[in-house]
């Protein structure tokens, strides 16, 4: 997206500038409004945490008392102050990316990309970074760019997601849209973290969204008093998207025609998200 | 052996030899540091791709570390007497020893600058750090620690071919141990200069090891 990689095709966009078009040098310019962290944090080795700070400021030339002065300023903010003059060989994965964040922060950049950053953390720092994200997003305003395969990290922190399969994007929208309501197979999929979808039997599947309070009415059982037949639960999830629980099921309607009907019919009377998984039932 | 002409002959001796390695250690490296340098960003996956350049540098330094440091001396007498006005002594002898160690010095180089991990080339990129500045205050002080050892090794190496070069009239302990040792079985002049040879790589090896041990923030 900063054309590490040259695109085979499209445009990159950023801040009204097609990188495409744009020559090395200007390229440079705009690749430090738009700035990066890393899955491996890749900091500078030989360099201690403040140098690696001022690394990018050294590069546009700014003098060495401010670069060091904001520097601190930011290794203050990304919690790391008493760390200036460790070496990164010295420092855990998160405190890693952390000096790694403060480092993409030096340049007042607009858009931060990151790089799958938390893949290689513990579930702890993960958090605790995504916090950090957070809190950097709603201070500084800037926009933050997340790739990653984790589920978990885009319904911790993201307000929009967009799902990439066989490098094509395939579904964009709000986080609350695509994880309940997903339009493609590709974004089902990602969200079916078991393999229940591929263990589907005998008889059409459904998959039911419940939104806030309806997961605590017995539709279930309403269901089956219904229909008079019974009903496989194949997979069962309760998700927290930036606040709000929502319930997701999986289940297997019964093989007969009309039980499943009416099946349908009462999920449809009482308001729940119903969507087709594995078979021929139309949602 | 004891007699004072002896060892005022092995202290000539190890000047000369001290003398030829280190001056043209120094200028392998001007040639050398930045052929390593051209090696590694113009390859296909370098910083600025120059596909033919590379080809054409890779072939070069192939052919110049294929040949025999002896025949390559022999090869480059004319030049040594077009630049010195002599093929004789340890100054002339650091024309043969430059063009020898220069490709070498570049490969030692190029292997060190490998060593620094492409996602920190990445990064300093991302920053938007031109290829120079990559060059400059990444890859080069990135892999110091590794530079510093691969000098060690050129320095002894070069040590090694400037005692060859005693063969055919160049000066230094090569050429005691051959004019005295060899040629007129002088058993002490052939053990002394070596045993002092190596001692001086010894040293070269403890101060490049230390030295880079010293700068590695790696660990």
């Known amino acids: 997206m900063n054309m590490l990689e040259k695109p085979t095709s499209g445009t990159v966009i950023i801040d009204g500038h097609d990188l495409n078009t744009l020559s090395p040098k200007e390229l440079r310019e705009v690749r430090k409004t738009a700035t990066m962290i890393f899955q491996h944090f890749n900091l500078l080795m030989q360099k201690t945490v403040l140098k690696n700070v001022t690394f990018p400021l050294e590069l546009v030339g700014t003098p060495k008392e401010e670069a060091k002065r904001r520097a601190i300023e930011l290794l203050e903010i990304v919690g790391l102050p008493d760390k200036a003059n460790a070496y990164p060989a010295h420092l855990s994965g998160g405190q890693k990316q952390r000096v790694a964040i403060a480092r993409a922060l030096a340049t007042n950049p607009k858009v931060l990309l990151c790089d799958e950053a938390t893949s290689s953390l513990d579930p702890m720092t993960t958090r605790q970074i995504l916090e950090l994200l957070k809190d950097i997003n709603s201070r500084l305003g800037l926009t933050i760019v997340l790739i990653t395969h984790e589920m978990g990290v885009i319904r911790e922190i993201c307000t929009k997601v967009a799902v990439i399969d066989g490098s094509k994007l395939v579904e964009t929208g709000t986080v609350e849209q695509v994880f309940t309501r997903p339009k493609t197979a590709s974004a089902l999929r990602l969200f079916y973290s078991s393999d229940s979808a591929g263990v589907l039997g005998e008889g059409p599947t459904v998959r039911l969204v419940f939104e806030g309070t309806k997961a605590y009415e017995p539709i279930l059982s309403g269901m089956i008093n219904a229909c008079h037949a019974p009903v496989s639960v194949l997979y069962g999830s309760i998700e927290r998207i930036k606040g709000k629980a929502y319930g997701q099921l999986v289940i297997q309607l019964p093989a007969d025609e009309r039980a499943a009907r009416l099946a349908l019919e009462y999920l449809e009377l009482s308001d729940v998200a119903v969507e087709g998984v594995g078979s021929n039932v139309d949602g | ?219």
């Open chain 2, 1 to 219: 052996m004891w007699t004072a002409s002896f060892w005022s002959q092995m202290g000539v001796g190890l000047l000369e030899t001290l003398y030829m390695t280190l001056v043209s250690t120094l200028i392998a490296y001007v040639i050398g540091l930045p052929l390593g340098v051209l090696l590694v960003v113009t390859d296909k996956d370098g910083l600025v791709p120059r596909p033919t350049l590379n080809k054409v540098l890779n072939v070069v330094v192939n052919l110049l570390r294929s040949v025999p440091f002896l025949i390559l001396m022999i090869a480059v007498l004319p030049l040594s007497r077009l630049i010195f006005g002599t093929t004789l002594g340890s100054t002339a002898t650091i024309v043969p020893l430059v063009i020898s160690a220069a490709p070498f010095v570049g490969r030692v180089v190029e292997s060190s600058l490998r060593e620094v991990s492409p996602g920190v080339v990445e990064a300093a990129v991302s920053m938007g750090a031109s290829p120079w500045q990559v060059i400059t205050k990444v890859l080069l002080p990135e892999s110091l620690p590794s530079l510093i050892v691969g000098a060690a090794l050129s320095i002894t190496t070069i040590l090694g071919y400037s005692a060859m070069a005693g063969m055919l009239g160049g000066g230094g302990l090569g050429a005691l141990a051959i004019n005295y040792g060899y040629y007129r079985y002088m058993m002490d002049y052939m053990y002394i200069p070596l045993i002092i040879l190596v001692i001086v790589v010894q040293i070269f090896q403890l101060i490049g090891n230390t030295l880079a041990r010293a700068v590695d923030k790696r660990k």
